[in-house]
Every structure is written in C-alpha cells, then in structure tokens.
C-alpha cells in the first residue's frame, strides 16, 4: 500500500466552474455537453453555457469522428487550461501535494498496464502475442486480483489528493465500478473503448496529473 500522503494545504480547495469544464474537455479528449455535466457534478445548462463561451474564446471546437461528435480542446485552450492550474496550484498551496500523488502514481501506472497487457494477451509457446480469447479463468482471475489491489491503492491516492483538490474526487469510485462490471462478466470494462473502462479512468487520471503539473505526456514513461 501507499504511504501516507502529506498536505500542504489545511483546507480542500473548490475550483471554480469554468475551471472543471474546461479541463474535463482535456482529460476526457473528446465530450459532449453531457459526458462533461456528467464528470463535472454541474448542471447541464452551466455546463453548455460556458462550453459555448469557451468556443467563442477559441479554446474548444466541435468536431465529430467515426459516428461520434463532442467538444475538444484547441491549441488555445489547451494553453489556457496549463495557466488556470497553474495559477489553482499555487493558490491553493496543492503542488507539493499533487506531484507526491504523481510520484506515488508511476509504479501503480506501470502494473496497470502490465494488467491491461494480460487481459488482451495470454501468450503462447509459438506466439507471444497470442489474443486471450479468456479461456483460462485462471488467467483472468489473476488479471482481476491485481486490478483489485490496484484499486485498493488508488483509493488511498486519490483520497489524499481530493482532501486538497476536490476535483480529484471519483476516479477510484469510478474505476471500482468498472471492475465490479468487469468481474460480472462484462470484459470490455476492464480495457475497452468506448465505455469507462478500468483502463480510461486511469488514462484520464493519468491525464489530470501530469497536466496539473505542466508535465507533457511524452516525458512520462510507461502511459497507458
């Protein structure tokens, strides 16, 4: 398990509306007007109010791609989402905080992706990217169980990191409810596009870390 995280800052701290819109647009890549609400916490209205004054900005378009359609963050307001959290990490004394979480993050990042790697492959003797077809319950069980454990660690995590930042707060609900899916028999919910997978909570996750901080994903290792 995770070591205790410390705080640097004595009270959690609320960001405002147009932060948490703006930003949930670049952790979840591509959304509607309800996928945003809905992650948010916000009423949908507010929520379509301040995307279309952000579309006027110039910081989100709305773009569609095979069969789907949703707002995404332009160049623009990708750099206007780096200086709101910037300036949100300062004011709110959470930097130390949040680069612990991201230090405590990395080696459960890399069994996560060890674990992803497993449910989609099971190699064989002549073929180590054999396709698990999930024939071997023993196989998937061992997958699940460290996904279990994973979660477990998470919710430490990322308790400590809503005790500073409340928007931090649901990712290990989120990824709990994945797995309680994917133990019923739902595979695609350990890994799968399209639903909030197991493995998408953890890559927007992944996301809100190293953005808070300004780190660029390519300086990270080991991302899912």
């Not at 301040?50 to 963050?73: K, M, N, P, R, Y």
């Not at 992803?116 to 396709?131: F, H, I, K, S």
């Not at 350990?190 to 300004?214: F, K, N, Y």
Request: net charge negative; charged share 25%.
């Amino acid at each position: 398990m995770l070591g205790i995280m410390s705080h640097t800052s004595s009270a959690r701290w609320c960001s405002p509306p147009h932060l948490l819109v703006l930003h949930a647009v670049r952790v979840i890549g591509m959304a509607d007007d309800i996928a945003v609400a809905r992650r948010t916490g916000l009423d949908r209205h507010e929520v379509s109010e301040l995307l279309l004054d952000d579309e006027a900005h110039g910081w989100v378009t709305h773009v569609g791609f095979a069969g789907t359609s949703g707002w995404t963050l332009t160049e623009r307001g990708r750099a206007e989402d780096t200086r709101r959290l910037a300036e949100e990490l300062d004011k709110a004394g959470a930097r130390a905080t949040v680069e612990e979480a991201r230090q405590g993050f990395e080696p459960l990042n890399a069994r996560l992706v060890r674990a992803c790697t497993d449910w989609q492959l099971r190699p064989e003797a002549d073929d180590r990217l054999a396709v698990n077809d999930h024939s071997d319950p023993t196989w998937d069980a061992r997958v699940l169980d460290e996904l279990s454990a994973l979660a477990g660690d998470l919710t430490q995590l990322v308790g400590g990191l809503a005790d500073t930042l409340v928007r931090f707060r649901g990712y290990d609900e989120r990824f709990s409810a994945a797995l309680a899916r994917a133990r019923a028999g739902q595979k695609q919910w350990v890994a799968g596009v399209g639903v909030a997978s197991c493995h998408a909570v953890w890559m927007e996750l992944h996301e809100d870390l190293i953005s808070t901080l300004g780190v660029a994903r390519g300086a990270e290792s080991g991302s899912p």
